[in-house]
């Protein structure tokens, strides 16, 4: 019973470039969660979805950040012309139910040079 | 705003000893609470939740108190052993349709258990 895989685990970027960050969720879960990870901090949550829908993106910033969550297929974290402030874990959960606690993967670094 | 706070960045205990992490929250609508453990490179690992209709939930070593008055939850981890060493992050979430069960995280707790 694979657990939350999230790849790639490493992603190094220039300034100005695309980053696609991809969740595969438990077998079975339909809620999804994307949370950022700074330096020496905890984690931040980005935004919720559920196949197809976006629930919250209330963490997550308007511009150059998006999300999706298609009725086939991982679940996508996508950045556009990522600056050297993007350079963090980013960490997808996903849960059976709303109300149930979420299991993590192993996130993707991505670092901006 | 950091509505939960883990007031000690790190703490350090004997092999066999009792380990008592600390964790406060300020938002009163938290309603269910969690404690994960966080080795570097991989991902947050669930450990033990309570309900905010209970004040105790135990699990083999772990147990965790949440006391509402205070706004205030520990997680008691005894005996302590060396694999227990990590950061603990605790979390707390306010069920609602549209937020789901949204965490929010404290800073979280270097735990080194001594042999």
């Known amino acids: 019973n694979a657990g939350v895989m999230q790849n790639p685990r490493h992603l190094v970027r220039r300034r100005g470039q695309e980053a696609r960050l991809r969740c595969s969720p438990m077998k079975g879960h339909s809620h999804v969660y994307w949370y950022r990870q700074l330096p020496e901090e905890g984690l931040k949550f980005m935004v919720y979805l559920q196949k197809e829908n976006i629930i919250d993106e209330s963490g997550m910033p308007k511009e150059r950040f998006s999300a999706e969550f298609p009725k086939e297929g991982p679940s996508i974290l996508r950045i556009q012309q990522v600056v050297r402030g993007d350079s963090a874990a980013y960490f997808c959960?996903?849960?059976?139910?709303?109300?149930?606690?979420?299991?993590f993967g192993d996130g993707t670094r991505l670092s901006i040079l | 705003d950091q509505q939960v706070k883990q007031n000690s960045p790190s703490l350090s205990v004997q092999e066999g000893r009792i380990s008592i992490l600390n964790c406060d929250y300020t938002?009163?609508?938290?309603?269910?609470f969690l404690w994960y453990k966080k080795y570097p490179a991989e991902g947050p690992t669930f450990l033990i939740s309570?309900?905010?209709?209970?004040d105790k939930n135990e699990d083999g070593r772990f147990t965790v108190f949440l006391n509402k008055s205070a706004k205030h939850l520990s997680l008691h981890i005894v005996p302590s052993q060396p694999g227990d060493s990590a950061v603990y992050f605790c979390a707390a979430s306010a069920w609602g349709e549209t937020s789901g069960s949204r965490l929010t995280f404290g800073e979280g707790t270097q735990l080194t258990v001594n042999p």
């Open positions: 309570i309900s905010s209709i209970k």
């Open positions: 938002n009163s609508m938290f309603d269910y």
């Open positions: 959960a996903s849960s059976l139910y709303s109300n149930q606690p979420q299991h």
